[in-house]
Nanobody, 125 residues
C-alpha cells in the first residue's frame, strides 16, 4: 500500500510563497499526481495535476501562481505556490492515481486512489 506524506504547509502573509512536498513511501514508475485543497465548509477542489507524461492541469484560481512538479528519482511531488492570497487558505492534500495516464490529468478527486493526510496552509491579509 503506497503511503503519501505532505509537508511544507504553514502560515504566511498574502503575497508570500510556500512550497509543498509530497513524499511517496515507495518508488512509483508511473502515476498521475494531483494536489487538492479543502477549506472549512467547502468542497474539495482539484488545484493542480500532473500526468505521467508531464502534462499539467490547473484550476483557474491558481493559474500563473502555482506550479506542480515531480521528481521521480526522489518519489516526490511538489507544489510551488507564489503570490498567495487569503482565499488559498485550506488543507492541502496530495493524491496519486497509479498507473495513471499519459494525457491531460484529471483534477477530479474520484479519479485518485491514494491520498496523503494533508498539510495546512493559512494565508493572512
Amino acid at each position: 500500500q503506497v503511503q503519501l506524506v505532505e509537508s511544507g504547509g504553514g502560515s504566511v502573509q498574502a503575497g508570500e510563497s510556500l512550497r509543498l512536498s509530497c513524499a511517496a513511501s515507495e518508488y512509483i514508475s508511473r502515476a498521475t499526481w494531483g494536489w487538492f485543497r479543502q477549506a472549512p465548509g467547502k468542497e474539495r477542489e482539484g488545484v493542480a495535476a500532473i500526468a505521467s507524461g508531464y502534462i499539467t492541469s490547473y484550476a483557474d484560481s491558481v493559474k500563473g501562481r502555482f506550479t506542480i512538479s515531480k521528481d521521480n528519482a526522489k518519489n516526490t511531488l511538489y507544489l510551488q505556490m507564489n503570490s498567495l492570497k487569503p482565499e488559498d487558505t485550506a488543507m492541502y492534500y496530495c493524491a496519486a492515481d497509479i498507473p495513471g495516464d499519459w494525457g491531460r490529468p484529471s483534477r477530479r478527486s474520484d479519479q485518485y486512489k491514494y491520498w496523503g493526510q494533508g498539510t495546512q496552509v493559512t494565508v493572512s491579509s
